[in-house]
């Protein structure tokens, strides 16, 4: 095993997702477009109840609100002495912006033996592939703020410690991440409402409820052939 020094901390963080992820029950929540502007704290505000000084974010666009089709943007803040433990996104790959502070960031690609550790701050992007491990920590005295963008950053696998290979390794992957804990503002479904019960129903819809063009052949005249 690698970094064997960090296993105890990391393990505890690995803990305290469990209880939130395990317990918790994906919210009901409307599926609407974002918003043409927003500011960050306007956005859903994710944590892990009871471990908020442990990081935080804003997710600015997910699946869970947004439809499918959706990019998902998170803004994380990760304060000094924390951050992800290794941990690989399953269906797509993930870019990672430093927006402020400075930590340290590890990946392991599958062509290299072991990790690779990389001091990171202002300015530097970070790929992880599609099933890459991969760990961010702040280490530094300021909090590190990170920007995440990927097509779809769950489900995902955490693990306490660098497995023996890359591809190796049996972690934990929530049944429900963090932000769909909760809906974003707006989203929430009335007393009088029915959360969508498929992605059909889901799916975001233009004025009137009717896609402008559906494909379907034109006439001479430019008008849609029923």
Known sequence: MHHRALGGVLTTLLV?????TTGGQRAKCRTLYPPYAITADEAQYVSIPHAEWTWDG???ASKHSNGEGSLEIFRVRMNPGHGWPPHRH??????????SGAGTYNYWAFEESAPTELSIGPGHVLYNPQGQLH???NNGSEALLLLSISKSLAPFEVLDDWPD????????????????????PGHEVGEEEEAPKSA???EPKFPLGEKLYDGSPLSDEGQREL
Do not use: N, Q
């Open 90 to 99: 399953f269906e797509a790959d993930e870019w990672i912006y430093v927006l």
């Open 200 to 202: 059909d129903e889901s």
């Open 58 to 60: 804003r997710m600015l």
């Open 135 to 137: 760990k961010v920590w």
């Open 16 to 20: 305290m997702f469990i209880p939130v």
């Open 165 to 184: 290979t890359p591809g190796g390794g049996v972690g934990y992957v929530p049944h429900v991440a963090p932000w769909e804990l909760s809906c974003a």
